[in-house]
């Protein structure tokens, strides 16, 4: 079976300024489908995988956009 990839920021901090900016800028390209308004209720649902559940990689999405890829291809194998 292939893992389920989850990718995670920090959901505070650095982690919750970068996830505010990404969907900002998100909101300036046609088509965007989740409103910025979303974002807190969002957050507030979050539930981290369990350290043990089976086939998920948890992800630091704070790392710059080629680590994150090499970082995903590697989990996926």
């Keep these: 079976m292939r893992?389920?990839?989850?990718?995670?920021?920090?959901?505070?901090?650095?982690g919750?300024?970068?996830?505010?900016a990404?969907?900002?800028a998100s909101q300036r390209r046609s088509g965007q489908f989740m409103?910025?308004?979303?974002?807190?209720s969002q957050l507030a649902t979050w539930q981290?995988?369990?350290p043990d559940e089976p086939d998920t990689h948890?992800?630091?999405a704070l790392l710059d956009p080629p680590a994150l890829l090499d970082a995903a291809?590697?989990?996926l194998g």
Aim: proline share 11%; hydrophobic share 55%.
């Design 35 to 40: 409103p910025l308004s979303l974002l807190p």
């Design 48 to 50: 981290s995988p369990d």
């Design 3 to 14: 893992p389920r990839l989850v990718v995670v920021a920090g959901m505070s901090g650095a």
């Design 58 to 60: 948890v992800l630091n």
């Design 22 to 24: 990404a969907l900002a």
């Design 73 to 75: 291809l590697a989990a």
């Design 16 to 20: 919750r300024s970068t996830l505010d």
